[in-house]
């Protein structure tokens, strides 16, 4: 959270990688590239688990179409170990005053829900957007083991399941 700002894009759809990485990319276009015009590389923090897991060939493909490839940038990515997700800065500044913020409140409808994340602040001046995206994400996509050994990710020599780097493709890079 650079700024004190944060961003959350919520899902009406399910909740798979091309979901988190279209989420990434959203931001990237609305604030990454204002906050860091000339930035190459991103580092993403994620959880073990989940659409943005580490075991996730789907989260690897998407990460090297949508963020590599399309922009050209070095995309290095550092999972949490299951159960340590809570040591992420992200749960601290961002996530635990969002839980505060609508704790008791029944979230029926959309803008409610996107209301209280919006609304939520501390006393540091931390501000949030929030953004629905309304797409239909399919579950239970796969990328074959001949997918995976195209793309560009080359893993690190610490926790090499968890901590890895991928690159634009020089035959996909863009323009």
């Known amino acids: 959270m650079i700024n004190n ?3 959350v894009y919520v899902g009406s759809s399910a909740d798979t990688p091309q979901f988190a990485v279209d989420a990434i990319t959203r931001w990237g276009a609305d604030n990454g590239r204002a906050v860091s015009p000339q930035a190459a590389e991103v580092l993403i923090l994620a959880d073990a688990g989940g659409s943005n897991g580490y075991r ?4 690897k493909q998407q990460l090297q179409e949508q963020l590599s490839d399309r922009h050209g ?3 290095t990515v550092c999972h949490y170990p299951t159960g340590c997700s809570k040591w992420n800065p992200i749960e601290h500044r961002l996530c635990s005053h969002i839980s505060l913020n609508w704790a008791g409140q029944p979230l029926r409808t959309w803008d409610t829900l996107l209301a209280y994340v919006r ?5 540091t ?3 949030v957007q929030a953004f629905l995206q309304d797409r239909l994400y399919e579950n239970g996509q796969s990328v074959s083991q001949a997918e995976m050994k195209t793309l ?6 610490v926790c ?6 991928i690159r634009s493709r020089p035959d996909r ?3």
């Not at 996730?56 to 989260?59: F, G, N, P, T, Y």
């Not at 560009?152 to 020599?157: A, D, Q, V, W």
């Not at 090499?160 to 780097?165: A, G, K, L, M, V």
């Open 152 to 157: 560009n990710l080359e893993r690190h020599t």
């Open 173 to 175: 890079a863009p323009g």
């Open 73 to 75: 940038l070095t995309v």
């Open 56 to 59: 996730s060939r789907v989260w």
């Open 125 to 127: 001046g931390l501000e």
């Open 119 to 123: 609304g939520t602040t501390t006393d």
């Open 160 to 165: 090499p399941q968890w901590n890895y780097t």
């Open 5 to 7: 700002r944060g961003t």
